[in-house]
């Protein structure tokens, strides 16, 4: 009974992490493999179908994420992309009193630089932990941002609440990418702008989670949320309701003072799909994926100092609510 109820739980947390972290194909072009963007963009009202018929039970798959993202500390691996989260928020010239809705938000990355610039900010996520986390930073800089727990493909909020819906390497994480786009584009006014960061499938990030993938094979049916960091793939999702969607390649750093390898053991204790994927490997698996990912993060690192510092990149997406 143990033993059933630990290989149903490992088969989530590789599921949860392959479906993160899936192959976006052979080669640096991508997808190759992947029907993702045409079943997006070219087969549109087949979709959902597809999507029920391939994918495992969602419910389940949704709450086993929801345990993911709630292991480890994602306080402690925001601090790496705070000033990244610093510039999202400047280039997007708040006005004081704006409504802003942050959809997985995590500590508050986002949502605490928007509300320093005066907007009325909410910030919702699936981590009970983390949105506790996003709360204390909040009260300790003494701002006024509601946070609650909801989830992306069914947000708690009425028709057009916000004149601008932010999500910063969030949204993108939610399996079903029709729904997730409906419900940033429902809940924001018409006028109103949906701005998301999504990171792209073939620069670094994009190749970490292929690396994952290497070692968790995903399930079927579930997008590859690095598809949102394609162009063509997100103008096909926002697109109903939208009336205009620019696109633009942003760089964005990790610096660790410590190497590569350490960077990795960073990452296994704080993030928690990191952490669940090597709890859901054996010693041998575990040692496999490690060395992969030391390699990726020595193979990208620009510093020669014993420190760690790889450039990312991220499409910032700016939709116009028709
Ligand atoms: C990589 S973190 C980014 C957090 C934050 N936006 C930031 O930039 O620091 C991804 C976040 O998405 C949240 N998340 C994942 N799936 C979600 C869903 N379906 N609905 C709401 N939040 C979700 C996770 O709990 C996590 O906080």
């Known amino acids: 009974m143990l033993a059933k109820s630990a290989s149903i739980l490992i088969f989530?947390?590789?599921a949860f992490y392959a479906y993160h972290c899936e192959s976006v194909g052979d080669g640096d072009k991508f997808p190759t493999s992947?029907?993702?963007?045409?079943?997006?963009a070219k087969k549109r009202g087949k979709k959902i179908m597809t999507e029920t018929a391939t994918t495992p039970d969602i419910n389940v798959i949704k709450s086993k994420m929801k345990t993911i993202w709630t292991a480890g500390d994602f306080g402690k691996i925001a601090?790496?992309?705070?000033?990244?989260?610093d510039e999202f928020i400047e280039r997007l010239d708040l006005k004081p009193g704006e409504t802003v809705l942050d959809v997985a938000c995590g500590?508050?990355?986002t949502a605490i630089p928007a509300a320093k610039?005066?907007?009325a900010v909410t910030g919702v996520d699936i981590a009970a932990n983390s949105l506790e986390q996003a709360r204390a930073r909040a009260a300790a800089e003494d701002l006024e941002v509601k946070f609650d727990e909801g989830d992306a493909e069914d947000l708690p909020y009425d028709d057009g609440s916000f004149d601008t819906v932010i999500t910063m390497f969030g949204a993108m994480f939610a399996p079903r990418p029709d729904r997730t786009a409906a419900e940033l584009t429902r809940v924001c006014r018409p006028g109103g702008r949906v701005v998301m960061a999504n990171w792209t499938p073939n620069h670094f990030v994009g190749q970490m989670f292929k690396t994952?993938?290497?070692?968790?094979?995903?399930?079927?049916?579930?997008?590859?949320?690095?598809?949102?960091?394609?162009e063509e793939t997100v103008k096909s999702r926002l697109n109903e309701g939208i009336?205009?969607?620019?696109?633009?390649?942003i760089p964005i750093k990790f610096k660790f003072p410590f190497p590569p390898e350490q960077v990795v053991e960073y990452f296994r204790e704080y993030f928690g799909p990191t952490k669940t994927a090597f709890a859901s490997l054996d010693a041998d698996g575990q040692a496999a994926l490690k060395k992969d990912l030391v390699d990726?993060?020595?193979?990208?690192?620009?510093?020669?100092?014993?420190?760690?510092e790889v450039e990312a990149e991220y499409l910032e997406v700016t939709a116009k609510r028709a």
């Open 107 to 109: 500590t508050g990355n």
């Open 34 to 40: 992947s029907n993702c963007r045409l079943t997006d």
């Open 243 to 249: 009336s205009n969607v620019t696109t633009v390649r």
């Open 117 to 119: 610039k005066g907007a």
């Open 212 to 230: 994952g993938s290497k070692h968790v094979p995903p399930p079927p049916g579930i997008q590859p949320p690095v598809l949102w960091g394609d």
């Open 296 to 308: 990726l993060w020595t193979e990208h690192n620009r510093a020669a100092d014993g420190t760690t």
């Open 12 to 14: 989530f947390f590789k």
């Open 79 to 85: 601090e790496i992309i705070q000033g990244g989260a």
